[in-house]
């Protein structure tokens, strides 16, 4: 059974902080990880992951995938209030299913 | 605008009343699926469509039906709601079109309440 672990499970900071969220990963036939952002709503697609080693990078947010150790972190720098959110880590495995396995998420709150 | 729409956003029901979650997408992807989210389990899949015609179900599919007529629709139904069943519900889409293409949109979510 694919299985995906998130550390820490909360996290509170303050502004211009730089914080590291972690997802590890159990998966047969890994095709790729997601990471997405959820506030008080759907889940918002941020970085897809599918090669070790490249970081993707979108403004204060950047994610590394690690196939070998089986692992990803996303990086958020300068964090601002408006980071804070449920941050989830998700893997597709391999087969006929294109299910995306979740972990339970690291809940961030950025105070002022 | 490119998106996945739901409805209702809420709903509150009574034991074994039917009901139907809608979900449209407009982005022409072949492949969607259901989701429960929990508090403390975090998101689980209920069932899945890989095309028209073509379900299977996810990890959760106890008590629930879903039919794919056509491309852009995908319906959960509940037969017989249980208080279980109070849960967010979302819809997601995706194109299967290759490696690296299979990033799910998500529906903005069903708030299920049964009692």
């Known amino acids: 059974e694919d299985k995906v672990v998130q550390s820490p499970l909360s996290l509170v900071v303050h502004e211009g902080d730089t914080v590291t969220l972690n997802c590890s990963y159990e998966?047969?036939?890994?095709?790729?990880l997601l990471w997405y952002k959820q506030e008080k709503k759907a889940p918002t697609f941020l970085f897809m992951l599918t090669s070790s080693g490249i970081e993707k990078k979108s403004g204060r947010l950047s994610s590394i995938l690690d196939k070998k150790e089986l692992f990803s972190i996303l990086n958020i720098t300068a964090t601002q209030t408006g980071d804070s959110a449920i941050y989830l880590c998700a893997v597709v495995g391999g087969g006929s299913n294109y299910k995306l396995t979740f972990g339970k998420g690291t809940l961030l709150t950025v105070n002022p | 605008e490119a998106q996945v729409t739901q409805n209702p956003r809420y709903l509150i029901t009574v034991t074994g009343k039917k009901l139907t979650v809608t979900c449209s997408q407009n982005m022409n992807h072949e492949y969607m699926s259901w989701y429960r989210q929990d508090p403390g389990l975090g998101l689980r899949q209920i069932y899945y469509s890989m095309n028209v015609e073509v379900t299977d179900k996810g990890d959760v599919p106890e008590g629930y039906k879903v039919s794919r007529k056509e491309k852009r629709n995908f319906p959960l139904i509940l037969e017989s709601p249980s208080p279980n069943q109070t849960s967010l519900y979302f819809c997601?889409?995706?194109?299967?079109?290759?490696?690296?293409?299979?990033?799910?949109?998500f529906g903005p979510g069903t708030r299920l309440l049964v009692l």
């Open positions: 997601a889409s995706s194109k299967l079109a290759g490696a690296g293409q299979e990033t799910q949109y």
């Open positions: 998966v047969t036939n890994f095709r790729s």
